[in-house]
């Protein structure tokens, strides 16, 4: 509705009411502003076991978490988490309901993370998460204040889901057969254990029961689903969850003649698996070739300093939306390895609506149903030249780069969708907890 009606309608409210009924119209404005969920009595209890919530990077795993938290009674278990990702308690409050958790710290070396608990509950006694120092052989858990200060048992849990491999593995040997495998479910991304390509890393799953639900996010790894853990339910949803329920595109305007080209790379990981490098490179050759071109040039996070890119450090996940929303024209993704990582990275960077230039050497884009065709450009090392040239085309022809940048959003949203990802995953979690079969699936492109 317009504001100038908006406006006029809190005025009467407010000549017509005391204080407190003032405060409770302006309680409920903001309140959309805040996405945290609230409590569901009628929902499982469910148990997600995770390497770094809360975390303020990576899109899909935020995703991932939310969606979690929306639909089911969830806890988060933190089993083993790496020490060089910060701990995002107030970045993640409002979108993820933390509000609504007490922290349990099982490892003294996060006791310092003990001032969060009661934060937003000032009206109740600081709950004291470090008397549970030692009671799990894990990190940290954020449990639901409704289920109050009890000991951990996670045998009242109706599911519990890992995010990676390698927290199924972590769990079920730190706390052996209190959880049943027909109980638990694993999302397979590449990475967090699963490096298909190392037998002797994979050796250690070889004997996982077969009733485990697996939900395999490449085609080739459902290709090692099938030959290793042929009896178990496998559901793939190719992809990662990028995109939050209800969430909607917002399209690119078109460049105006004065507007420059505006091209990203972002990576947290190894600079030559991941293609920085090269990314440099490219920048270079594009400047001597075209030095008329009004093109910019940034590399996110862990890129080699040079003077043809503009180096930023790594963005929260809020703040990278933004940047690529209203900024990015064009992403690159240079992976290197064959099957370590996910195709496409990036991909939180085509629900913006931004064309990708990606190297693409083992079928994924067809293997995983992905099917992108406008807005995306291979990249082959033999022939460079050919690169820049497309993305010189982009960068003088603002009709081309408007309608591939609307082409390639679209499919983003059909294949990347929360019915086509998140939602599937928590239908079969569901759908087991009331007693059904879940047999193994296929990724419907």
């Given at each position: 509705?317009?504001?100038g009606?908006f406006?006029r ?13 003032v ?15 609230s409590?569901?009595?009628?929902a499982?209890?469910?148990l997600?076991?995770?390497a770094?919530?809360p975390?303020k990077?990576a ?13 089911f ?11 060089d ?6 970045a993640?409050?409002l979108?993820h309901?933390l509000?609504r958790?007490?922290?349990l710290?099982?490892?003294p070396?996060f006791?310092?993370?003990?001032v969060h608990?009661g934060?937003?509950m000032?009206?109740k006694p600081?709950f004291?998460g470090?008397k549970?120092n ?30 990676f ?8 040997v730190t ?8 109980k638990?479910?694993?999302?397979l991304y590449p990475?967090?254990g ?17 009733e485990?639900l697996?939900f395999?996010?490449q085609a ?5 689903c099938?030959?290793?853990w ?12 990028y995109l939050r ?24 990981g190894?600079?030559?698996?991941k293609?920085a490098?090269?990314y440099?490179?490219l920048?270079?050759?594009?400047q ?5 071109d009004?093109?910019?040039f940034?590399?996110?996070g862990?890129?080699p300093?040079s ?5 930023m450090?790594?963005?929260a996940q809020?703040?990278?939306d933004?940047?690529y929303?209203?900024?990015?024209d ?5 992976e290197?390895?064959r099957?370590?990582n996910g195709w496409?990275l ?6 913006h609506g931004i064309v990708?230039f990606?190297?693409?050497r083992?079928?994924?884009?067809l293997?995983?149903?992905f099917y992108?065709?406008?807005?995306l ?6 022939f ?6 497309a993305l010189?085309e ?6 081309k ?9 679209q499919r983003?949203?059909q ?11 928590l239908?079969a979690i ?5 007693g059904?079969n879940?047999s193994?699936?296929?990724?419907e492109?």
């Amino acid at each position: 509705f317009e504001f100038g009606i908006f406006l006029r309608f809190f005025r009467v409210c407010v000549k017509r009411m005391n204080a407190a009924g003032v405060l409770v119209i302006v309680a409920l404005i903001l309140a959309p502003l805040s996405v945290a969920p609230s409590s569901n009595t009628t929902a499982p209890r469910v148990l997600l076991v995770d390497a770094l919530f809360p975390n303020k990077l990576a899109a899909w795993r935020l995703n991932e978490v939310q969606a979690f938290v929306e639909r089911f009674d969830t806890d988060i278990l933190v089993g083993h988490r790496p020490s060089d990702f910060t701990f995002d308690w107030e970045a993640l409050r409002l979108s993820h309901g933390l509000d609504r958790y007490n922290l349990l710290i099982f490892n003294p070396r996060f006791n310092h993370l003990n001032v969060h608990n009661g934060v937003g509950m000032d009206e109740k006694p600081r709950f004291e998460g470090r008397k549970f120092n030692g009671a799990v052989r894990a990190e940290y858990m954020l449990r639901l204040r409704k289920y109050g200060d009890g000991p951990v048992r996670f045998k009242d849990y109706a599911a519990v889901h890992h995010i990676f491999l390698d927290c199924w593995y972590d769990f079920n040997v730190t706390s052996s057969g209190v959880v049943p495998a027909w109980k638990q479910s694993i999302h397979l991304y590449p990475g967090g254990g699963m490096r298909t390509g190392d037998a002797w890393r994979m050796s250690r799953f070889k004997s996982m029961p077969e009733e485990v639900l697996l939900f395999p996010t490449q085609a080739f790894l459902s290709d090692y689903c099938r030959e290793h853990w042929p009896k178990n339910p496998t559901i793939p949803v190719y992809g990662a969850p990028y995109l939050r329920q209800g969430q909607m595109p917002v399209s690119k305007r078109m460049h105006g003649p004065t507007d420059g080209l505006v091209v990203c790379f972002s990576s947290i990981g190894n600079m030559r698996e991941k293609g920085a490098r090269l990314y440099v490179q490219l920048a270079e050759k594009y400047q001597r070739l075209y030095p008329n071109d009004n093109v910019t040039f940034y590399g996110v996070g862990n890129v080699p300093a040079s003077p043809a890119v503009v180096t930023m450090k790594l963005l929260a996940q809020a703040a990278l939306d933004e940047f690529y929303r209203n900024k990015v024209d064009v992403y690159f993704n240079l992976e290197r390895t064959r099957f370590d990582n996910g195709w496409p990275l990036g991909g939180e960077a085509l629900v913006h609506g931004i064309v990708i230039f990606s190297t693409e050497r083992f079928q994924q884009n067809l293997r995983n149903g992905f099917y992108f065709d406008e807005g995306l450009t291979i990249v082959d090392e033999r022939f460079l030249a050919s690169t820049l040239e497309a993305l010189h085309e982009y960068a003088v022809n603002p009709e081309k780069l408007y309608r591939h940048s609307r082409a390639i959003q679209q499919r983003a949203f059909q294949v990347w969708g929360y019915d086509r990802q998140m939602k599937v995953i928590l239908d079969a979690i569901m759908s087991r907890n009331q007693g059904s079969n879940v047999s193994s699936g296929k990724f419907e492109p």
